[in-house]
């Protein structure tokens, strides 16, 4: 478990993640770039950005004018699914890379593990290892440090582990109070994946809950903190936006109490009161062809 804002976690590859990020999803370029400068300004130092979120400009130019040299950032870059296969992922990694106005990525992650209008098993197997040879050979150019996924479930992880020939350091996932994908969590861990944790501090209607409001109420915390403190402790690495600065450094708060396994088991019994907010893979706008140099 992380027990600082930047400190590094290692990854299976023997690079280092920051262990909270911030992450950039729904913002327009003109917030993008303010409000992840302000988070870099205040002490983040990985930041979470994808093409489908249509706003890396925005991170980019955060990102040269922040005063932080680019190696002491971390930056992670995903590929969407319209963008699956060899030679697109090969040119989705240059468009955002030209947008971010950078050299290379972090980590580069495949945003979602499947297109839609791919139906047969054989076919959905051959876009995802087509895929990931791009990300393999992105890497071994130097274009991306480390490779991983985003809302892969369990048999997608298996094909790349038995298939690939490297496998993914990180699968970013729902990971909160109502979504805590134990089984495959737990699986990712016995592999050596790391986990990350997109929406971590679940939806506002849940703040009202008892469980957190007596737990937010006991420690002088948010309900949102507690939320992120019971993702770091089981084992996950938070990813949160905020677009005020003292949302900002609420998420950052977390490192001076900690829940007691009994709480941790409190928190847990959201899931099967609230249930998951996302069942469904997030389909970027956009065609369902590459059509090149347009978002």
């Given at each position: 478990?992380?027990?600082?804002?930047?400190?590094?976690?290692?990854?299976?590859?023997?690079?280092?993640?920051?262990?909270?990020?911030?992450?950039?999803?729904?913002?327009?370029?003109?917030?993008?770039?303010?409000?992840?400068?302000?988070?870099?300004?205040?002490?983040?130092?990985?930041?979470?950005?994808?093409?489908?979120?249509?706003?890396?400009?925005?991170?980019?130019?955060?990102?040269?004018?922040?005063?932080?040299?680019?190696?002491?950032?971390?930056?992670?870059?995903?590929?969407?699914?319209?963008?699956?296969?060899?030679?697109?992922?090969?040119?989705?990694?240059?468009?955002?890379?030209?947008?971010?106005?950078?050299?290379?990525?972090?980590?580069?992650?495949?945003?979602?593990?499947?297109?839609?209008?791919?139906?047969?098993?054989?076919?959905?197997?051959?876009?995802?290892?087509?895929?990931?040879?791009?990300?393999?050979?992105?890497?071994?150019?130097?274009?991306?440090?480390?490779?991983?996924?985003?809302?892969?479930e369990k048999e997608h992880v298996e094909l790349l582990l038995s298939e690939a020939s490297e496998k993914p350091v990180l699968d970013q996932l729902q990971i909160n109070p109502q979504?805590?994908?134990?089984?495959?969590?737990?699986?990712?861990?016995?592999?050596?994946?790391?986990?990350?944790?997109?929406?971590?501090?679940?939806?506002?209607?849940?703040?009202?809950?008892?469980?957190?409001?007596?737990?937010?109420?006991?420690?002088?915390?948010?309900?949102?903190?507690?939320?992120?403190?019971?993702?770091?402790?089981?084992?996950?690495?938070?990813?949160?936006?905020?677009?005020?600065?003292?949302?900002?450094?609420?998420?950052?708060?977390?490192?001076?109490?900690?829940?007691?396994?009994?709480?941790?088991?409190?928190?847990?019994?959201?899931?099967?009161?609230?249930?998951?907010?996302?069942?469904?893979?997030?389909?970027?706008?956009?065609?369902?062809?590459?059509?090149?140099?347009?978002?």
């Amino acid at each position: 478990m992380i027990t600082s804002l930047t400190q590094p976690v290692p990854l299976s590859d023997g690079n280092v993640i920051p262990g909270l990020g911030y992450g950039t999803f729904r913002m327009t370029p003109g917030e993008a770039a303010f409000y992840t400068k302000q988070a870099i300004d205040n002490g983040y130092r990985h930041i979470d950005c994808a093409w489908a979120y249509y706003n890396e400009e925005g991170v980019g130019q955060a990102i040269r004018e922040c005063g932080v040299p680019r190696r002491e950032l971390f930056l992670t870059c995903k590929v969407p699914t319209q963008y699956h296969g060899y030679h697109n992922v090969i040119w989705c990694l240059e468009d955002s890379l030209k947008r971010l106005r950078t050299e290379y990525a972090d980590l580069l992650l495949v945003h979602w593990p499947l297109v839609s209008w791919i139906t047969e098993p054989e076919a959905q197997k051959e876009d995802i290892l087509d895929t990931w040879r791009a990300f393999e050979d992105l890497k071994k150019a130097g274009k991306v440090r480390s490779i991983g996924l985003s809302n892969f479930e369990k048999e997608h992880v298996e094909l790349l582990l038995s298939e690939a020939s490297e496998k993914p350091v990180l699968d970013q996932l729902q990971i909160n109070p109502q979504c805590r994908q134990k089984p495959l969590t737990d699986f990712l861990k016995s592999k050596d994946i790391r986990i990350e944790g997109w929406a971590s501090i679940t939806r506002k209607k849940a703040f009202g809950e008892e469980i957190l409001t007596d737990l937010a109420a006991k420690y002088g915390k948010s309900p949102a903190q507690i939320c992120m403190r019971y993702v770091l402790q089981e084992g996950v690495l938070p990813l949160a936006k905020a677009r005020s600065l003292d949302h900002l450094r609420q998420n950052m708060d977390l490192f001076d109490f900690e829940l007691t396994p009994e709480e941790q088991e409190r928190v847990a019994t959201l899931e099967q009161k609230l249930g998951r907010f996302s069942t469904d893979g997030y389909t970027p706008r956009g065609p369902q062809t590459p059509q090149f140099g347009s978002y």
